[in-house]
């Protein structure tokens, strides 16, 4: 897997300058829209984008609804 897509909390959270309730809140969201996968590695969630995150994206915004 590409590390630059593996994404955390904690760096979520750095990058986007959101506390780490914002940034858990953001990523599941996300993963329940279908756009990030989460994998569990020790006791760190990681969300990468799901291999078909863009036809996702484009059902998304064909029915905006769903947001």
Do not use: C
Not at 12 to 35: C, F, I, N, Y
Not at 46 to 54: F, G, N, Q, R, T
Request: zero cysteines; proline letters at 4%; glycine letters at 2%.
């Amino acid at each position: 897997t590409d590390s630059s897509l593996d994404i955390t909390m904690q760096s979520h959270a750095t990058s986007h300058r959101v506390s780490l309730m914002t940034a858990r809140s953001d990523l599941m969201k996300l993963e329940e829209l279908g756009l990030l996968e989460r994998h569990k590695e020790i006791r760190t969630n990681h969300w990468w984008p799901a291999p078909d995150i863009e036809r996702r994206m484009n059902e998304l915004r064909e029915s905006p609804d769903r947001i």
